[in-house]
């Protein structure tokens, strides 16, 4: 089965039962900081991915890492599970999906901006402002930098990509 639909599935699950408990933000905020930890923690996705390491073991590490990020008892169920069926290589795209079910739930849309350096948040107002009234819809916009573009703005909207950096004109 694909990532994307695996993903999709687990993301669905999550939002319902997010809804359910009146705790979607918090729900969206911990499965997200568990996607970072996944990430950016190679001694971890190998301690969860590793055949040899026993079921119980893993359960271990996965638990323990949900009480040291403070998730509620259902997102530790829910990551316990992932566990179970061994699906934790898809924790970081069922957090990207389940954050954009719920920002669409909300009528957000997420805008990427990357740029060569920081700006100021003036020019992130200004530039939000003109997303939402290109798009119609409320704009969240996610900063990146790239030193590699010299300079300009690339900004992705969903599968949209306008692209205004030095690096490709």
Not at 59 to 78: F, G, N, P
Not at 96 to 109: C, F, I, N, P, Y
Request: glycine share 6%; hydrophobic share 45%.
């Amino acid at each position: 089965m694909s990532v994307s639909i695996v993903a999709r599935r687990y993301g669905r699950a999550l939002l319902e039962l997010g809804l359910e408990g009146g705790q979607l933000d918090s729900m969206v905020r911990e499965i997200d900081a568990v996607a970072q930890a996944w990430t950016g923690n190679p001694e971890l996705r190998n301690a969860l991915e590793n055949p040899i390491v026993s079921l119980a073991a893993k359960k271990a590490v996965m638990s323990d890492l949900a009480v040291a990020l403070q998730t509620s008892d259902v997102t530790r169920h829910a990551l316990l599970l992932l566990v179970d069926r061994r699906r934790t290589r898809v924790l970081p795209y069922i957090a990207s999906t389940l954050r954009e079910m719920a920002d669409a739930r909300k009528g957000l849309l997420r805008a990427e901006v990357t740029t060569a350096t920081t700006l100021s948040d003036a020019y992130y107002a200004r530039l939000q402002k003109q997303l939402e009234a290109m798009t119609g819809q409320r704009v969240v916009v996610d900063r990146r930098t790239d030193p590699s573009l010299i300079g300009g703005v690339i900004t992705r909207i969903g599968d949209r990509i306008l692209d205004g950096s030095l690096r490709t004109r």
